[in-house]
Every structure is written in structure tokens, then in C-alpha cells.
């Protein structure tokens, strides 16, 4: 982390002389890019960090060609000789997901919605005008072959994981069909390829892309259908239908021509199952096998997306056994299987965590039931042996960075979680009141306290349930 900070400030320092006052490590998404927010006294900037160098390539090739186009994605700024980092425009900590979560489905959403297929179109078609097709990081269209490759995706990942018996053949000859059918779209500009929300920043009420390094030539209609079918976003029925018809005009308007609606709606169809599917395959590989707990808390919702798709829509094509499947992965059952049971105003049962320090002892339980969970996390890496962390507490920044990329606390954490996630459902269901969680360190004040807090959150998002979290040691903290 420091190795990186100190690259980060030097390719800085080539780019602008001015002090820097902090760095600061952003959230990790899907992939294994770090991003971090660089501050300055008057500004702030967006630096990457990226050891795949094709994929750093890609970013900054499209973006150079889109920023010359007009269109609204970020400036890179500088770039590191051997090209794992850049620095970039800071276009805020907003995303279009975040408005959703401010304001609700109200007005000011709705325009924002308008504002990013606006802009959308002209990305994919203004965008499409000289654009370097080598420049993809794989594929340079999305064709039959990338279709198919994202149904295996979901095939591999989430289907087969259900243990449902089929005929494979057969689903892979309508496979073969289905992307016969969508490979023969008419209209093929750029695709961004992730269109979705958390991909869309909002500053000042005007939105800018990120993250379209993954894009190629494509059809028009994977990328609408990514943004309004978006498992997080649930928008209603109403607001996709009307967006989608706004979109068709602004497509008509650029294009200067009126296009076939019905035929362009019957394959928009087809590539929202699509998308459908392949974020399944995503939730599955990254909840599944990863054994990433967020991926796996939104597998219920993109069920239930595919589920709706399922009851309201038609894709033109016959795929009688591809449909039964479809119908059967999202059954109620199936949905149970993957949604946790959760408390209400009603549940009885209250989960005391804790921290501690070993050298004080174990906090005893006062519930008549006792009991409990008690783990030892001496054995993750200690970021307090170093003096930039040692006056701080696993509940700041600085030591939540250090513990998630230079120590095995995740691997560590996920572990916790299968074992307590047993008894807090069994324990929910059985109408128990009480369980104790402990977390132990040598000083209780950084692995302990953050082991601490991430399982109070998970536990909170999860189930819902009432949550009491003390810090034992805490009036002993070094300051």
C-alpha cells in the first residue's frame, strides 16, 4: 500500500506541483483495479492502480478518442511509464445508484435517467465515428461467439450450481439459436458493455461514464437494457417501458431515420436476457465460488428481475426447454433458497458483539442462555505494530485499508460468517433472544475492533436483526 501511495505521489508531482494532503483508498469493485482519491488543498483527483497494463491501455485509448468526441467520461491527466497507473478528473463519489437511494423513483431521477440514455446514444454512436476497434481489450464485437460465451457463464456458474437435471445438448443448441437471432441485429455501434448505474457519476446534476473499458462493437440494445433492467436500480415496469421509448427518439434523431420499433423491441428483448443472465453467472461465480457475501445477498433480486422477464416478455424465438429452465430457476423455491430469513419489529432475538483485548480476558456473558462465539484473530497480521496506524482503531480508514489488502482478514472473515450465518437463522427461526459474538486481539483495538464492525454490518444488512456492538478495550486505546 505504501509502495503504491509513493508511485501514486510521484506521478503526481510530474503532473501538478502542489502538495498533496492525503490519498485515500476507495471501495474495491468486481474487478482487481484499486482506485484512490487523491486531495489536495483546492482539488481532487482519481488515481488507478492496475497491473493489467492491456486493460489500463483500452481505458485510456477509448478515453482519449471519447474526450476528443465531446462526450461526457473523465480527462486522464498522467500516466506511469510502465503504464499501472493514471491519474484522472475527479468526477465525484455520486453515482446515478447513489441518487436512486437519496431521492427514490421521483422526477429528479427520471431526469437523470433521461440525461444518461441522452448521452448514451451519443457515446455509442458519435463515439462509433473513427473509433480503433483493436484497441478492445478482447473481443472487437460482440457477436454470436461473446453471446454464447455469456450464457456459458450462467450455465456454468449459476445453472449447474442448482444441480437441476437437463438435456445439455439440447440447451446448447438453443443457445446456438438465441445468439443466431441477436448477432443479427441491424444497428451495430460502440458498446459500453456495463451500463449500469453504479457506472454513471453525478456532479452537479450532469452525469459522466466510467468504466467502459470493456466495450466493443455491439448492438444498440445491450446497453439500454443493462441500465433499466438493473437488479439494484427495480425500476417499475412504467418507468422502463417509457425510457426505452425515449431512447428509441433519441436514437431516430441522431441516426436522422425512423428504425422498425418492433423488430429493434423483439431483440432489445433478447439482450435483456442476456444481460439477465450474464449478471446471474457474475453473482454466482463471485457469491458461489468467491464466496463474496454482497454478491451473494443480490442473487434474490436478479432472480426476481429474470422472473418478471420471464412472465412479461417475449424474444421472438422458440426455446421451449431454455424457458421450462428459466421457469424453474426462478420459482419461488429457488428464491427462498437464496433469500435469508429476516427479523422484524416482532423478532425477539438481540446479538451482542464483541471486541476485546486477551490480555484483559474474554468479556463474560450476563445472558442466563451463555454461550456464544469467540474468535481469535491474532493470527491476521497486526497493523499496529507500525506507527502510522498505532494511535488509530480497526473502526478508521486507514487501518480497514490495511487489514482488507495486506492481510487475510477477508479469507478469515468469510469463514466467521458460514458458521455464525447458521446460528443466526436457526436462531431467528426458533425465536431464540439472544447470541454473543466475540473477537479477540492482542491489544483489542485494531483486528478485533474491525472484525467487529464488519460482522455487526453484515449482520444488519442481512437479517435485519437488532445488533448491540461494544469495544471493550476501548477507554485503553492508544491515542
Known sequence: M????????????????????RIELLPQSGGE????????????????????????????????????AGLPVPEVYSISEDQTI???????????????????????????YKKSLHSLVRMQIVGDKGFDYNWCLTAKAFGKQAIISDLLYFKYYFLDTLRIPYDKQALMDEFERLGDYLSQTEHQYFMFRDFQGRNILVQEEEVYFIDYQGGMKGALQYDVASLLWQAKAELSSEWKDSLLEYYIDEVEVLLGKTINRAAFISQYNGYVLIRLLQVLGAYGFRGLFERKAHFLSSIPLALKNVQFFVANKQVGIDMPLFNQLLQQITSEEIIKRFTPIQANEKTPLVIEINSFSYRKGIPKCDNESGGGYVFDMRAIFNPGRFDDYKKLSGKDKPVQDFLEQRTKMNTFLNSVWDLIDISVENYLERDFEHLSINFGCTGGQHRSVYAAEQTARHLRNKYKVKVVLTHTNEENWVR
Open 2 to 21: 505504501e509502495l503504491i501511495a509513493a508511485a501514486i505521489e510521484q506521478l503526481f508531482s510530474q503532473y501538478k506541483q502542489e502538495p498533496i494532503l
Open 33 to 68: 483495479r484499486q482506485y484512490f482519491r487523491i486531495h489536495t488543498k483546492d482539488a481532487s483527483f482519481i488515481a488507478t492502480y492496475n497491473l493489467n497494463v492491456a486493460e489500463n491501455k483500452a481505458f485510456i485509448n477509448f478515453t482519449k478518442h471519447f474526450k476528443a
Open 86 to 112: 493514471y491519474i484522472q478528473e475527479d468526477k465525484g463519489k455520486e453515482s446515478l445508484l447513489d441518487k436512486i437511494t437519496e431521492h427514490g423513483k421521483d422526477a429528479i431521477v427520471y431526469g437523470l
